[in-house]
Every structure is written in C-alpha cells, then in structure tokens.
C-alpha cells in the first residue's frame, strides 16, 4: 500500500483508427485499444456496438452483491464483505437513473467500496470510466478494488501529469499538499482541448479535496460524452484542506447514514470530533478496543512500546498501522521507533520447558527402579551423590531475561544437561541446532535432505551439555515504525502515515501518535480515529489532550496511564 500508484498502463497502443476529420489525440488517450476516443466520432457496426455496449440490467444479476474483484480483494485485506448495505443498495438505486449525484456519508460507511462498485458497473455498461481521488494511496487500494475491469484509476497528481506530459516525481512521504502545478493543470486543459476524446462517465472519491481547476478540467473531459456522467463521493467532516471548491453540481447529495467500520467502542471516541457523526451499525455496538494513553518525553518510548505490543493482541502485524499528526510521517519524531516484539517462544520458554521435559522423564525413571533397587544402587547407576535426593540433583535453573544466554545461563544449563546424559541412553541420531520461524525458536535438527525434523532425548542432553549450545541463538530482531517506503521488510516494520495519507482507507489495528497542535487537531482525530475496525490506541502527549476539550470528560475505562 505504500507504493505510489500510477494507476493503469498509460502507455501508447500500436494503433488507433479515428474518423475523417478527427483532431490526433494525444499519447495519454490511446491506451486501451478500441475502447478509448471519441465516443461521437468512433465509427462502429451495429454488431460490434451490440457486443461492446450490453444492457445495463444485464450487468449482474444479483444487484445487492459486490463484484467479485471488490470481495476477493477485501478477503485479502482479511474483510468478510460480500453483500451491499440498505445504505449502499438504496444509493446505487438513487443514481442509477441520475447523470450527475453528490453522495455523502460518514467515515466508515462505505463510500470508496460503493464508488469502486458503481464504476465497475458503469464499465460493465460499456461505458469508459475514469475513477479520481486525491490521494495516491488510496488511489493503490481502488485500483485493486476494480481489477479484472478497464476502469482507469488516477490520484489527481499522477492523471494531470499524465496530460500534461511531465514526469511524477516519486513520492515517498506524500501529504495532501503534493497537488498538481497551477502550469501543469493548464497543459492538461491544452491537452483536452485539442482532441474530442472523453471519458463518459467520471466517479470521484473524497472529492470534499478537489480544488475548483479541478473540477473545470473533469467537465472538460466530459464535454463530449453523451451523458456527462459525474458521480462525487464526499465528507466536509472530513477536510483537512484550506480553500477547497464548491462541488460542481447543485443537487441535494444521496446520504449515507451508517457506520459500518468502527465497533463501537471506537466510536466512542470517533464521536467526540464529531457530534452528528451518524451511530455506528447494531452489529458492532459491543465490538471493539479503544485506549487513550497519555505521555510526555520521559516516558514516550514506553507508552508508544506498550501500545504497539498491546495492537498485536487484537491483530497481525500486516495489518497493523501507525499514525502521526504531525505534518510529515518522514519527519516525524517517532519514524524509525524500534522495540522488540518477544515471540511467544523466547529461548528461556523453550530451554526451560525441554530441560523440565528430560528431569520429569529422568525422575520416572529413578521411581520406576526405586522398586528393585537400593538407593545406594540408583545413586550410583546415575552418578547422583548419596547425600543428594534425586529432585534436588536435578533442578531446572532459573534463567536471565537477557536477549541471549549469558554465561552463567550457559553454565548452570550444562550443568544439568550433563547430570541428566546417564538417564538417556539412546544413541544421539543427530546433531541438534535451534530453528527460527516467525512463531519463535524450536530445537530439532537437519535431514541429509534438508528438511527440519525433531530429535530423542538423549540427542537433547547432549545438546545442551556442550559448550556451544547457545552459539546459534540471536538475539530478536526489533520492529521498526517507518514512514511509508516502498522497501518494507513486512515482517520487520510497521507503516507510519500521516492522517491525510491514510484518510480514505483502514486497518485492523491503528496507533494513533498525536503530538501536535494546530487549528485543524479537531478533524485530524476524527479522520484519524475512524480509520481503526477493531482496534484503536490514541497515544497522545499530555500538553495537547489538556488543550483537547473533547477527551475531557473521557470515560477512565479508555484510559491507560500508570499513574492515573
């Protein structure tokens, strides 16, 4: 998600037919073969018109569900989404008939799922469709949402550019302030003007970002479409611009009433920036996490490492997100945070429980003899002094808390080792060596083939009797929180956004970092707060929530501070 997108291939096609009389067109619209040009000078045989154009009611059948591309892809984000809401279905309805609509709805009630569904079907129409938002990547996940159709995906940057023929220069750390040049949008105009080439139907997600030019070159674009067709999914709420433009149609805009993403829990704290914010769906009234803690420099680095241990409870990693007010997510004060994420199995659990495994099974064993044999007899068969009961020869050692061995783990564990090799007299089949995977660390051994096997017991003893049996354990590797490159090692970083990189989509889990001040703080925890489903953990430094009136009265049961 944190590469920039460019959307669909722009590239030139080989060949393009245009009518007598018809101005060339542009690089830019001849990707797409046949399907791109003029729609008023294309010339084509009934037949072929027939075949490429087919009834709108003969799209899909079953109207309520999403395209398979938008539910296939959702189950890869881990998202059960297969049907339309009431809210969804009833906008669908309300524009099917309708060449231009204005559709509104909260955070979290499905505008960018329901903008993805209606250009499919437009497509599916027969009809070239363009889908606009403003930032990059959301402009990623839409693309991914209308695979397998030949809508074009654009954020506004990357589309002006494209018709003006300059190069989009890569963008690592993109804030909603990356726009297209007031000269580059005049060579887009350039670029229009000069051909009869269209789009027929143009859908704009989070268009409360859109600047008045605009709006001027998309019903530029549409000049020579048969029906102009405009569809423009917005939330003044959530705003983070100055001098935004007025939407370019005046009719009463199609709402969307329902929260279907934040359990309620987070909506909890969702509301409190913003007070008409609708309720959120019955079904996830009692579902979720929400926590407020806050910090000061002295203990940043703790509480930020607490919050980001407590979100891998509730979800995995790649799903996890960071989130910073701050202006840049690369200048951020936390981008590059480590802390270390201990698996469930460190290397005391897996020492420990193997070395308590052999002393059980050795213990049996001198029960087992105590039958038949003197103690004198046990004693010596097992090197085990004459003074010492058997439970108190062999005592599992209570290991450090170090990131690997130290010395006095390597001794006092060979120690026992070494105690217990009499008990285990099998033949030591293998040498044992410790395996890493994502869960922890196992002990087992290697096969002539390769493969990772497990060993005996007497293979175990011998193990840890020697010397070097901690040689191969590493310490674990720290997580990093990093602003949002393109060159993530998945299982070793979790992505920072700034708010409005991220507005527009959601994770399972989100850390939200608010450390700074500024008039825009009411909207930018709104926007930021709603992006969690399932998890939401507001770290937030003690000198902004006390200038916050909105946390005031919060609830102490969101709160986590130690010290109250």
């Keep these: ?51 490429t154009k087919p009834q709108p009611t003969r799209v899909r059948a079953e109207k309520e569900k999403f395209a398979p591309s938008i539910t296939e892809w959702m189950v890869k984000l881990k998202r059960n989404v297969e049907h339309l809401t009431n809210d969804q279905v009833k906008a669908l309805h309300q524009i099917r008939f309708r060449s231009r609509a204005l559709i509104t709805g909260c955070a979290g009630s499905g505008k960018t799922l329901l903008a993805a569904e209606k250009a499919i079907r437009l497509d599916a129409a027969g009809m070239r469709t363009l889908l606009l938002c403003h930032n990059p990547n959301l402009a990623q996940h839409l693309a991914s949402l209308v695979a397998n159709s030949s809508v074009d995906v654009y954020d506004i940057t990357t589309f002006v550019n494209k018709l ?26 350039d670029a229009v003007n000069k051909t009869t080439a269209s789009y027929e139907a143009i859908i704009v997600d989070e268009g409360q970002d859109f600047r008045e030019s605009w709006w001027a070159l998309i019903d530029a674009f549409l000049e020579y479409s048969r029906t102009k067709t405009l569809y423009v999914f917005y939330d003044d709420n959530q705003a983070l611009l100055p001098h935004r433009a007025p939407y370019p149609m005046g009719s009463e805009p199609i709402s969307m009433s329902k929260n279907c993403r934040n359990g309620g829990n987070i909506f909890e704290i969702v509301r409190r920036f913003h007070r008409d914010a609708p309720l959120t769906s019955s079904v996830l009234t009692a579902d979720g996490i929400a926590k407020v803690t806050p910090f000061d420099e002295r203990d940043l680095d703790t509480r930020l490492t607490e919050a980001l241990l407590d979100a891998h409870k509730y979800a995995k990693q790649d799903r996890i997100r960071v989130l910073t007010n701050e202006s840049s997510a690369e200048a951020s004060k936390i981008n590059g945070f480590e802390f270390v994420k201990h698996s469930e199995r460190r290397w005391q659990i897996v020492v420990t429980n193997e070395l308590r495994k052999l002393c059980t099974k050795a213990l049996r064993r001198v029960d ?61 089949k293998a040498e044992a060596q410790f395996f890493t995977r994502n869960e922890g660390i196992y002990l087992g051994a290697r096969t002539h083939t390769g493969k990772e096997t497990t060993v005996n017991d007497a293979t175990k003893a011998r193990f840890y009797s020697s010397a070097t049996w901690a040689s191969s354990l590493r310490a674990e590797r720290p997580t ?51 992006r969690a489903v399932c998890y939401l953990h507001v770290v937030i430094s003690r000198s902004v929530l006390s200038r916050l009136k909105s946390l005031a009265d919060l609830d102490p049961r969101f709160l986590s501070d130690s010290e109250g």
Excluded at 5 to 34: N, R, T, Y
Excluded at 391 to 410: F, G, I
Aim: charged share 20%; hydrophobic share 40%.
């Design 164 to 189: 003006a023929e300059v190069a989009t220069p890569e963008r690592l750390d993109w804030t909603a302030f990356d726009e297209p040049l007031d000269q580059d949008v005049n060579h887009a105009f």
């Design 480 to 530: 990093k929180v990093l602003a949002n490159h393109a060159s993530w090692v998945a299982d070793q970083v979790i992505p920072l956004y700034s708010v409005d990189a991220f507005k527009g989509l959601e994770c399972d889990a989100l850390v939200f970092f608010v450390n700074s001040i500024n008039r825009n703080l009411p909207r930018e925890m709104y926007v930021g707060s709603s």
């Design 368 to 428: 087992h003899l105590r039958s038949g044999n003197s103690h004198s007899e046990i004693a010596n068969r097992y090197g085990i002094p004459l003074d010492q009961a058997p439970a108190e020869y062999l005592v599992v050692p209570q290991l450090s808390h170090e990131a690997t061995p130290t010395s006095e783990d390597v001794r006092a564990v060979r120690q026992l080792a070494t105690r217990m090799r009499p008990f285990f007299e099998g033949t030591a």
């Design 1 to 51: 998600m944190g590469e920039p997108v460019s959307g669909p291939s722009l590239s030139p096609a080989s060949s393009i037919s245009l009518a007598p009389g018809s101005v060339p067109m542009p690089a830019f619209f001849q990707a797409g073969s046949d399907r791109l040009g003029s729609v008023a000078h294309r010339e084509k045989k009934p037949a072929d018109r027939a075949r």
